[in-house]
């Protein structure tokens, strides 16, 4: 067992140390070492405070709106794949109204919309909710889950259609409750198909944070566009914000990759 794994790991090594990525990684470090020598970043650790919430920022919200878009796809894939006619046709309806339409304009309807409709209300204004109503982050984080429970609805439509239908069938005829055959058939193979995708929507996602400094909620990207209008310098703050976006995309993609290794044993 343990020859065994030696051997695969050492397979693996050989593998990621091909001529191509060597290169890569070289022209990666001579950038880097051009950037340090030949950029300005004495404006760094003023802002950098300011950075690192902007970063956590981000990543809550993708976090946040990753995890409640997909719980919503579920239900939203699950009407249209097998739901009835009055279930099935909101859902599609939903899906094809978030997919035809820009997330800029949801997340504008949403802010200067609901934002600006709320206020007319006494009953809204006195409630304890008008804290948060009166704040940005909520209007982001519902434009964004809202954008990607669209997309993924018809990623999980597809992905429950995908299941073979003898394995459904064949629960059916056993006797099994139609909630057992979701939870223990039919949502984890779906979810198993869904993977690839739902990793590169996640990805997609993280692209579309910064419409939300559009809005002024604060995140990386609004930070560097601010480091830009205090000090006129330009292209360093854009290059630490495409290498801090490459960065939470280098984990994305090894989270997801971890995660479709592990679910098929899982789910056999």
């Keep these: 067992m343990g020859s065994a794994r030696s051997t695969r790991g050492a397979g693996m090594s050989r593998g990621f140390w091909q001529p191509h990525r060597i290169v890569l990684i070289g022209l ?14 004495d404006w760094l650790p003023r802002y950098l405070p300011l950075m690192a919430e902007g970063i956590w920022r981000t990543i809550w919200l993708l976090a946040v709106t ?33 997919r035809g339409t820009p997330l800029l304009l949801q997340l504008w309807l949403l802010y200067y919309g609901l934002g600006s409709l709320f206020p007319q209300y006494p009953w809204i204004r ?19 889950t809202i954008s990607f429970a669209g997309y993924e609805g018809e990623v999980m439509r597809g992905a429950f259609k995908g299941v073979p239908s003898g ?8 006797g099994m409750p139609r909630f057992t055959i979701l939870r223990r058939i039919w949502l984890p193979q779906a979810i198993q198909r869904a993977l690839p995708t739902l990793g ?4 997609l996602q993280l692209k579309a944070t ?21 000090t006129f310098i330009v292209y360093e703050p854009l290059l630490l914000l495409a290498l801090v976006y490459m960065a939470i995309t280098g984990i994305i993609v090894l989270v ?8 098929p044993s899982r789910v056999a």
Excluded: K
């Design 126 to 144: 006195e409630s304890e909710l008008w804290p948060y109503l009166r704040q940005a982050w909520p209007y982001a984080v519902l434009a964004l």
């Design 210 to 230: 910064p419409l939300v400094a559009t809005i002024t909620v604060i995140d990386i990207y609004s930070v560097a566009s601010r480091v830009r209008q205090d």
């Design 256 to 263: 997801f990759r971890a995660l479709e290794a592990r679910v």
């Design 28 to 41: 990666a470090v001579l950038l880097a070492l051009w950037c340090g020598w030949a950029l300005r970043w």
């Design 167 to 174: 394995q459904l069938e064949a629960a059916r005829a056993m």
């Design 200 to 203: 590169g929507e996640t990805v």
């Design 66 to 98: 990753v995890t409640l878009g997909f719980l919503l796809a579920i239900p939203l894939g699950l009407a249209q794949a097998a739901g009835p006619w009055y279930l099935a046709a909101p859902a599609r309806s939903f899906c094809t109204v978030v």
